[in-house]
């Protein structure tokens, strides 16, 4: 069955950064776009930045637009989001999935504050 197991998360300060690892199995990891989502306290679930299943095509939400890199490496069925000049706003659940989404991982949890 298709798992998704996102890790990496943590406290950081404002103005550091993280690298989030989601391993992907149970599907033909390299014929799926994958995106991230993020999940704040109190919030709705929002994507953050999605990429095409060979990479050749990548978006941004605005509000990561510059500071946030996502990538994926086909060989080791993960996608990556490379987190930077984080702000207490970024603090979230943050999740991965394919496209179209199917069944969610447990996510991993980024806390950003001094």
């Known amino acids: 069955q298709v798992q998704l197991v996102e890790s990496g998360g943590g406290l950081v300060q404002p103005g550091g950064s993280l690298r989030l690892s989601c391993a992907a199995s149970g599907f033909t990891f390299s014929s799926y776009s994958m995106t991230w989502y993020r999940q704040a306290p109190g919030k709705g679930r929002e994507s953050v930045a999605a990429?095409?299943?060979?990479?050749?095509?990548?978006n941004y939400a605005d509000s990561v637009k510059g500071r946030f890199t996502i990538s994926r490496d086909n060989a080791k069925n993960t996608v990556y989001l490379q987190m930077n000049s984080l702000k207490p706003e970024d603090t979230a659940v943050y999740y991965c999935n394919r496209c179209p989404p199917g069944a969610w991982g447990q996510g991993t949890l980024v806390t950003v504050s001094s």
């Open positions: 990429i095409t299943s060979t990479g050749g095509s990548i």
